[in-house]
């Protein structure tokens, strides 16, 4: 049972017209709807620059880094036929270019993946500055 708001009556749950002063009873769960629809818009925040969306780029860079700084090192062919990371005819030569361009982009890596981290701090950071 529910009360009328016009006649302050008690009728029916289900009924959308009261049955003493006939006026058309507005549908509660519609209401309660709308009021939570309003409390999540109101709720969600998205900052003016796009941390999000720059994060992931960092994070797509940082793993790039990381396949090429293996494929440096992991990957060796120094034959006629063949040649994969050689530079000079020395294959200890050849290892030591390589271990540094891994080095080099190892570095890299390390320095989108702190990038990435930082985008995703601002976002939380600013996310959590503009709640109310
Ligand atoms: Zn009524």
Redesign the pocket.
Known sequence: MKE?P??A?L?DDLSDK?Q??N?IIPKKEKVEDFEAKNITESEFYEPDFPWNAVSIIMLVLCVLNILIGFYKIMIYENYSWSQKNAYVGGDAFNYIINSNYGCAYFTLAAVFAIFCIGCRVIYYLDVIANKK
Do not use: A, F, L, M
Request: net charge negative; proline share 0%.
């Open positions: 009328c016009y006649c009556e009728i009261c003493y002063c006026n």
